[in-house]
């Protein structure tokens, strides 16, 4: 994590024993690591709950993370 630019840097492990960075959370499927970036770069100027709320917000408006796991 990259915090003064606002950026996540996350990769995926391969079966060769490469990685290759990922745009999409492998946790929480469907999680794009962008809205993960842009909820830091509000923390810059709102406070944690503030930025929380907004979160929750984005997530339960989005189809972002599907909650039945398929």
């Known amino acids: 994590?990259?915090?003064k630019?606002?950026?996540i840097?996350?990769?995926e492990m391969m079966s060769n024993?490469?990685?290759?960075?990922?745009r999409e959370s492998?946790?929480?499927l469907g999680l794009a690591i962008g809205l993960l970036e842009m909820g830091l770069e509000r923390d810059r100027t709102s406070n944690n709950?503030?930025?929380g709320?907004?979160?929750?917000?984005?997530?339960?408006?989005?189809?972002?993370?599907?909650?039945s796991g398929e």
């Open 9 to 11: 840097i996350a990769f």
């Open 1 to 3: 994590m990259d915090v």
């Open 26 to 28: 492998m946790v929480l």
């Open 49 to 51: 709950t503030t930025v």
């Open 17 to 22: 024993g490469g990685s290759r960075r990922i």
């Open 5 to 7: 630019k606002t950026e």
């Open 53 to 67: 709320t907004w979160f929750l917000a984005q997530l339960q408006n989005s189809s972002a993370i599907n909650p």
